[in-house]
């Protein structure tokens, strides 16, 4: 069994800054890529940033510049450190990833998400 933990959400004021973590856990055999999504209230969940297991990324528009998300390979472990946020960053964030277990059986699997709120 895997599972994605997040942590890191909070309340925060404009401007501020934020690191959210997502620890992969269980029978992994390999981790492909890991990104960050988010869904703001009434919106679509969209693609934050994403990255391979070489360490190829990509961020949405809205985010360039802003976060990054770097990634400890031996930890299963990715991070969202989050700069000069912005009320439009207010969401619940997903952590994902693409893994094989040691069943052979590759899948997505989510984080249970963790909220984020850019208010002053």
């Known amino acids: 069994q895997v599972q994605l933990v997040e942590s890191g959400g909070g309340l925060v004021q404009p401007g501020g800054s934020l690191r959210l973590s997502c620890a992969a856990s269980?029978?992994?055999?390999?981790?492909?890529?890991m990104g960050w999504y988010r869904q703001a209230p009434g919106k679509q969940r969209e693609l934050v940033t994403a990255i391979t297991s070489g360490g190829s990324a990509n961020y949405a528009d809205s985010v360039k510049g802003r976060f990054i998300i770097p990634r400890d390979n031996a930890k299963n472990t990715v991070y969202l450190p989050m700069n000069s946020l912005k009320p439009e960053d207010t969401a619940v964030y997903y952590c994902?990833?693409?893994?094989?277990?040691?069943?052979?059986?590759?899948?997505?699997?989510w984080g249970q998400g963790t909220r984020v709120t850019v208010s002053s």
């Open positions: 994902n990833a693409g893994i094989s277990t040691a069943l052979g059986a590759s899948s997505i699997y």
């Open positions: 269980g029978t992994i055999c390999n981790i492909n890529a």
